[in-house]
Nanobody
């Protein structure tokens, strides 16, 4: 599966941004989808994930209640809606896919990667 992320940019603290990831090449519903980020001084972390059905989601504690992951199986696209953004959310955000038979909450299970999109939260 090929993944193409888009929608990053510069946003002020407290603002919102939605990033998208379009998938192609394989059946979209064969995969769980995840959003990772790598900040300037942080290791890559799994931020949010959604299972292949789109019925279950996972969020790391620092974004829970602010970020929402969703997917459209008709558009083969996964989204990350980010609200109440903070400077510490500044990072390169990557979308990734994991085969449906894996645990979608485990970052190590993601082995298909798109290029990153930069999100900068600054005034």
């Amino acid at each position: 599966v090929q993944l193409q992320a888009s929608g990053g940019g510069l946003v002020q603290p407290g603002g919102s941004l939605r990033i998208s990831c379009a998938a192609s090449g394989r059946t979209f519903t064969d995969y769980h989808m995840g959003w990772f980020r790598r900040g300037p001084v942080k290791e890559r972390e799994l931020v949010a994930a959604i299972d292949w059905r789109g019925g279950s989601t996972y969020y790391t504690a620092s974004v829970s209640g602010r970020f929402t992951v969703s997917k459209s199986n008709t558009k083969n696209t996964v989204y990350l809606q980010m609200n109440s953004l903070r400077p510490e959310d500044t990072a390169v955000y990557y979308c990734a896919a994991s085969d449906y038979f894996n645990d979608y909450r485990e970052g190590r299970n993601y082995n298909y990667w798109g290029q990153g999109t930069q999100v900068t939260v600054s005034s």
